[in-house]
């Protein structure tokens, strides 16, 4: 673990990715903390104000200050990408290893569901469930880990597929240890870095589509803040000022970028073999 | 069968599975839409003999299979059914804001290929230079940014700014300079980030062919470094950016409905986000299944592009009989 860290440390790339992850880590996580006010508290006399020492990024069209609104969404952006990432990774590789070794019939339902699911463009799928059922934190979480799905479940099946008959699960299986025993003890744990890297590269992604959905107005609902809500708060007052536009655009940039940066100097470490497939 | 084959009628059947999994979904969220939607489409105000007459019309008093098996039907003969606000077919309105929506998508690919390609093959041919190095950073850097923040800050930038562009609408009709105009900021919002890809993806799989023994040969022959690359080693390296392209369409299809709400430019995206605020559910399945649609058929286009591409497989389909 530390080998990893030091590695992606030792690259340009992977330091700047880093740095800007554990900034938005503690922008999130210490939202509650950091806040210097409460993100919905109304001062509509101090609408439209610039950035100033009391508002560090200025106030939003309803007077609420801007770096806390930010803050807090930094936190549902984390949120929502994390809890995402962990339900596409668990289901996905869950299936990904059935798929490997259920039945050819079943093996082959299992990657055709896959190949429909990667079919649709994901955001306007999104879009129309979130537009026809209403929005909510939820539905977002259930949909994009459907989407994210196959990544997981095609690279799952593969390395179980070229691990099944190595000599060591040979010898374990001969020492009797049941199947159960084999996926969860020795496939798993030798499975799980390439998946590790594809999850902390799915990151951005889901960031974006959810950031995407909220800018529509049917991703997150009010009064949530969320960087998508954010900006399209920004653009409908686009004339009055730019500022919220700015930072909203800003985090959104650096939370991608830096997750992206970080994911690739990550897989880098861990597995340079990914690199061509992707 | 021959491996292309079987290849190809694979692809034939996902994708149709995709498009007929695609309707049934499209069907069923309907259902679960809460409330009865003639309530929601005829509005509070409505009688309930309004509301009744409404729901026969529409048949939503038959039972599901039947209402499933009809929407099929009327899909399968292009009728996506009729708007009730405007009383317009909805295939015609679709079709009206259609071409918009594509013009504003291939001339993203376009721009992306146009300025992607060269970049990537400069890159590729000057490793580890200054401007090889430059390039990864604003490569990485686009392709991470969202494109509505793209579109967003350029909109800030060249029209709030420097008022350099006109911002709005897709142009008068009839006049190409000024709807050519107004197509430059949403391309390039939606191209930018393309650019990044395809210069990476073209750098790295031009720095893998360049090392093929063929290349080799040719220039142990004397063949010019131009000529190699761009008569031999490009060609090849063109394959992965092929596939990526696939993708590219429907992420581009979706980032197109970004631009067009951002830059108010009619399309297949504006239309369904304005139906999704209307609450006007016809309008935004039928624009879903066609979004969806053009990118399944996209994809297969795509997959079928790589036997002209790569004649490997082009000449193991003739040997079946088959192309």
Redesign the interface.
């Known amino acids: 673990m530390r080998g990893v860290i030091a590695q992606i440390w030792g690259r340009s790339?992977g330091r700047l990715g880093l740095i800007l992850v554990v900034l938005i880590l503690i922008m999130g996580l210490g939202a509650q903390v950091i806040s210097p006010y409460d993100p919905n508290e109304l001062d509509i006399l101090n609408r439209f104000s610039d950035p100033t020492w009391i508002h560090p990024m200025g106030t939003d069209h309803l007077g609420r200050d801007l770096f806390s609104r930010m803050l807090y969404g930094t936190q549902t952006a984390l949120l929502v990408a994390v809890s995402t990432i962990i339900v596409s990774l668990v289901v996905g590789t869950l299936m990904g290893i059935g798929a490997a070794y259920a039945p050819r019939e079943v093996e082959r339902a299992i990657l055709?569901l896959f190949?429909?699911i990667s079919?649709?463009?994901?955001?306007?799928?999104a879009?129309?469930?979130v537009?026809?059922?209403?929005p909510g934190l939820g539905k977002v979480v259930l949909i994009v880990s459907i989407t994210l799905l196959p990544h997981f479940g095609r690279v799952a099946r593969a390395q179980v597929l070229s691990l099944k008959n190595a000599p060591f699960l040979e010898a374990e299986r001969v020492l009797g240890a049941s199947r159960a025993r084999l996926v969860l003890v020795h496939i798993v744990p030798n499975i799980m870095g390439p998946l590790v890297v594809l999850a902390s590269m799915d990151i951005?992604v889901v960031i974006?589509i959810e950031?995407?959905l909220s800018?529509?107005?049917?991703g997150v609902p009010p009064p949530l803040a969320s960087w998508g809500t954010l900006?399209n708060d920004g653009?409908a007052n686009?004339t009055e000022t730019?500022w919220p536009?700015?930072f909203a655009?800003l985090m959104?940039?650096l939370a991608?970028?830096g997750?992206?940066?970080f994911g690739?100097a990550l897989r880098d470490a861990i597995d340079p073999k990914l690199k061509t497939d992707r | 069968m021959p491996a292309s084959l079987r290849f190809l009628a694979n692809r034939l059947l996902?994708?149709i599975?995709?498009i007929v999994?695609?309707v049934a979904l499209?069907f069923c969220?309907?259902l679960?839409?809460?409330g009865n939607p003639a309530d929601v489409l005829l509005g509070p105000r409505a009688t309930p003999e309004a509301v009744a007459a409404f729901s026969k019309q529409m048949g939503l008093d038959l039972p599901v299979w039947r209402r499933l098996a009809i929407f099929f039907g009327n899909v399968l003969q292009g009728n996506l059914g009729t708007d009730v606000i405007s009383g317009r077919p909805i295939l015609t309105m679709v079709m009206e804001v259609l071409p918009f929506t594509v013009t504003l998508t291939f001339a993203s690919i376009g721009l992306a290929i146009l300025v992607g390609l060269p970049l990537g093959a400069y890159a590729a041919t000057h490793p580890d230079s200054i401007g090889d190095r430059i390039g990864a950073?604003f490569s990485?850097?686009f392709?991470?940014?969202?494109n509505?923040?793209v579109a967003?800050?350029l909109?800030?930038i060249f029209s709030?700014w420097l008022d350099w562009l006109p911002v709005l609408g897709a142009g008068e009709p009839g006049n190409y300079l000024d709807q050519l105009v107004r197509l430059i900021l949403p391309s390039v919002s939606l191209a930018l980030g393309w650019v990044g890809y395809i210069a990476r993806l073209v750098r790295s799989s031009l720095l893998e062919v360049m090392g093929e023994p063929y290349i080799r040969t040719a220039r142990a022959y004397g063949v010019s470094d131009t000529k190699i690359i761009y008569k031999y080693a490009l060609k090849n390296a063109a394959i992965p950016t092929v596939a990526i392209l696939g993708l590219g369409i429907?992420?581009l299809?979706?980032?197109a409905?970004?631009a067009e709400?951002?830059f108010a430019r009619p399309g297949i995206g504006k239309l369904?986000?304005d139906a999704?605020?209307t609450r006007n559910?016809p309008v935004?399945?039928a624009g879903?299944l066609v979004?969806?649609l053009l990118?399944?058929l996209t994809?297969l286009l795509v997959d079928m592009s790589y036997g002209w591409l790569d004649p490997r497989m082009r000449q193991s389909a003739r040997a079946g009989g088959g192309h």
Do not use: H
């Open positions: 790339t055709i190949d429909i079919s649709f463009p994901s955001l306007v799928f879009l129309a469930v537009a026809l059922l209403g951005p974006t950031a995407g800018f529509l107005g049917v900006l653009y686009l730019i536009v700015a655009g959104l940039t991608t970028l997750f992206t940066l690739e | 996902t994708t599975l995709v999994g695609a499209l969220l309907t679960l839409v809460p950073v990485v850097s392709i991470a940014m969202p509505f923040v967003i800050f909109l800030l709030i429907g992420r299809l979706g980032g409905i970004f709400i951002i369904v986000y999704i605020l559910y935004v399945q879903v979004v969806v990118f399944v994809n």
